[in-house]
């Protein structure tokens, strides 16, 4: 039984991982199955394992088509991955020495501390590779084949999630054997992962059909839908931010269309049901795109604290920001009609994704009870207070111990049992609690990260990519129509690809230089290909480097804090 005044705690974890293929179709960077293999399965085992937890995961479309295109790789042995080709690769003899160079850079790209350290094999295999850093390329060739291997496994092993682990007898054998894996080893560690990654959404589903846990959905390519309606509403936020060149993006509205049509029409194949809820890209929201989604059916979304806070002062009246418990922990809807829009409670949210990873587990969990009881006094005044806790799924877990294994095992069973909490999804909320939903006359244009849009546009790189797509968005316009009807869905699908927000993400000398190179390159290489199936040269600018990066953003640039000053 629910206690008579519940603090009402719904935490949505939000699943996304940009289309990494190439022209070609193959993956230039392997993050959607490490992820997989680590975080998507330990993330719905920590439900399997909680029964009365209850949750939101919002999955990105792109991301399943992705996880749907690795289960058919697996299926059939012929891997559109480097590092699954490599793993995979019967005689490693045959590996040849660009192959090697490549595999020596991408095998130590985790984080050490938590991935690397705690496995004296694998941080012997490191140590090596140190000892070649003066010259990685020619030194390569001198490894043997078993360092290969070893590094192989080892980096697949780290890659995977705890409950994973304590769950495979096999897996636990090869912690132990160490070192000197054989090829039969490889071929085994190919085949439990391929098992892994084909039932990861099969077991959300279930989750989902038992009533434990609700799955929303994001428009397909993860674009930010407000600023294809409008770039000026990035001026909302930030006044004086400068915007790209071109005026508007052509066609802006029927593209944003697009993507949540695309989100709604695949969201019932994978999951059985339509989606009730929408978490647009990154919270970013206009009054204009929350209209579109309400059109769409969308019956919920969600934003950032900083959004509502905004939104109160554009009302210019008494009912402007007070303190946090007068106006954050109820849902409300745009003058009284659309979807609910949901906000964020940034610090709780913050403090999960980047501080309590330094943290024991059980001190974060009587930490954070703390905090949600000190909510539940403050909001005497509201019958059904709800608590909207957003934020990565799958990033944060690397820079915990055990990867986050005893935190989220203790915070759900705690939850779970609290006498003045209650966890629950957005839909449930919704339909139990509809009288509790407050109209809100204006909704300020923004997104999660600083309640602005200057992570995605604002900045001169992020600018002259936007440019170079309005370019290419003005050559589709051109000459889609001299194609027939499969080669023009073919043409929209690839100009989806990018319209996607992970490339503008990455842009900026802020971020690590090695994320900036290979999302810019991918970004140019997505703008390359659309050019190609127009049948018409691709501009020679797309062969120049955007931006080269430079920076060391916390958490290696993946996520965001929601409530600090945009980094200069």
Known sequence: MPPARALHVIFCWHMHQPDYRDADGFYAL?????????????????????????????FVPILIEQLEDYTAQFRSGQFRDPLLIALA??????????????????????????MLTPFPPYRRLYEI????????????????????ADLLVWYHLAWTGETVRRGSPFLQSLFAK?????????????????????????RYRALAEAGRIEISTTPYYHPIGPLLLDFAAAHEAVADAPLPDCPVYPGGAERARWHIDRAQHSHPRHFGVPAQG???????????FVEMMGSAGVRWTASGEGILAHSLLLGNDDNGPRGRAEYLYRPYRLQGQGPVIFFRDDALSDIIGFDYKTWFGHDAVTDFIH??????????????????????????????????????????????????????????????????????????????????????????????????????????????????????????????????????????????????????????????????LMQIPAPDNLSEPISHGGGAAEAGGTMRRTHTKDPE
Not at 33 to 50: G, I
Not at 104 to 112: G, M, P, W, Y
Not at 278 to 288: C, F, L, N, Q, T
Request: proline share 4%; charged share 20%; glycine share 6%.
């Open 129 to 148: 590779y140190q000892l070649m850093l003066e010259d990685v390329k020619e030194m390569a060739d001198y490894l043997s084949v078993q360092y290969i």
């Open 89 to 114: 690769t019967g005689d490693l003899k045959t590996l040849p020495n660009e192959r090697r160079h490549f595999l020596l850079e991408q095998c130590f790209r985790l984080d050490h501390e938590h």
């Open 278 to 288: 929408m978490w647009p890209a990154e919270g970013g929201v206009s009054a204009a």
């Open 178 to 202: 160490g070192h000197a894996f054989s090829q039969e080893d490889r071929r085994q560690l190919v085949a439990f992962l391929g098992e892994l990654i084909a039932g990861l959404i099969p």
């Open 371 to 532: 905090k949600l009881e000190a909510i539940w006094r403050q909001t005497e005044h509201e019958e059904n207070p709800v608590v909207s806790i957003i934020l990565d799924g799958e990033n944060a877990w690397e820079y915990y111990p055990y990867n986050g294994y005893y935190f989220l095992s203790e915070l759900y069973k705690s939850l779970a049992n609290h006498p003045h909490i209650q966890m629950c999804t957005f839909s449930d909320f919704v339909s139990h609690h509809a009288d509790g939903i407050q109209s809100i006359p204006h909704l300020a244009a923004g997104s999660w990260v600083y309640g602005s849009f200057s992570t995605w546009i604002g900045e001169a790189a992020k600018n002259r990519a936007w440019d170079l797509l309005c370019a290419a968005k003005q050559d589709v316009d051109q000459h889609i129509g001299q194609f027939p009807a499969e080669q023009q869905a073919l043409i929209l699908e690839q100009l989806g690809r990018c319209e996607g927000s992970d490339w503008f993400w990455w842009l900026g000398d802020y971020n690590p230089s090695d994320s900036v190179r290979d999302f810019d390159h991918l970004y140019r290489l997505n703008l390359r290909k659309l050019y190609t």
């Open 30 to 58: 392997p993050w959607t199955y490490l992820h997989a293999c680590k975080d998507y399965a330990d993330m719905v085992a920590h439900y399997e394992e909680n029964p009365l937890a209850r949750g939101v995961f919002n």
